[in-house]
């Protein structure tokens, strides 16, 4: 069984999670999760010592089985990495019994040593759940569920106040910030006699998206 | 008006229409939208006005200016 949760947009400290349905039997659980990027509004992440990590937790209830619970990043890593990033691309966990407690594994860690930002983007992860007792069979679990996220460890996250940042709700920052311009244009009335379309003086914008998606534009005059 | 994206426009050949029917009445000129799923990369995104006949006058100044504002969403 396969699902698949697809986000484009992470906070620090932010979740995403999907209930996937283990049975009696012997069908592996796999999950893909796609387009996830973190970066930072260019304020709060650029200092030397940030780490940000990709953490997937297993959940399950039930009596369980053994399990393997792996993680796979096989190719996705779409960022620029920062100075003296660090990874393992690939996490495994032997469960001795899937229903007992929540387990994580923390497979691509980032860092950074200089002033740079730091920008995180995975487009391809994979969580497995394969039953690895005597009988390939999961015996027992009456649900589970994978979740991602991508925490910062608290002096980090101390780090960050007193910094500029654009979502304060758990006092972790903005992760993921959308290509933004704006211009305003003050230096005097706008005049035109074309009949045909023209530029309008000032406003032009150029947006670079990293990965395909729409653009919501605004224009305000009188 | 209209939103000229690479040069492809949003509200067709002529844009978005306002009647302006008196000389010398001011009208306010707001709107706003979306576009379609656009490439990763570069992408120009201008305002782009003209008349049908005589003068249009955008009105700009420290304290009336024109703002206008794209972001990926």
Known sequence: MANQLQSDRFYV???????????EGNTPVTMNVSNVGITDNGSGYTRSGNVMAFRGRFTSTGVGS???FSISIPDGLTSDMPHNAGYAAVGHLTINNIATSTQELWPL?????????????LSDVNFGLTPVNANNTFVGVQSASFEVSIPITEWQSQALIGTTKEATATESGLVYKPVSDRV?????????TSTTLVDLTGATITL???????????FIAS | MNIDIGGVKEFGTDGLYENFDTAGYF?????SGTTGILAAG????????????????????????YQFSAWSI
């Open chain 2, 42 to 65: 570069s992408h120009t995104i201008k305002v782009q006005w003209k008349v049908s006949a005589n003068q249009g006058t955008l009105l700009c100044s420290a304290n009336q200016p």
């Open chain 1, 109 to 121: 860690i980032v860092s950074s040593s200089s002033d740079t930002e730091i920008y995180l983007g």
């Open chain 1, 13 to 23: 400290g932010g979740v995403a999670s999907v209930a996937v349905p283990v049975v």
């Open chain 1, 184 to 192: 305003s244009y003050t230096t005097g009335n706008l005049d035109t």
């Open chain 1, 208 to 218: 670079t998206l990293a990965t395909p998606g729409r653009v919501a534009y605004s």
């Open chain 2, 27 to 31: 009208r306010t000129i707001s709107f």
């Open chain 1, 66 to 68: 053994a399990a393997l």
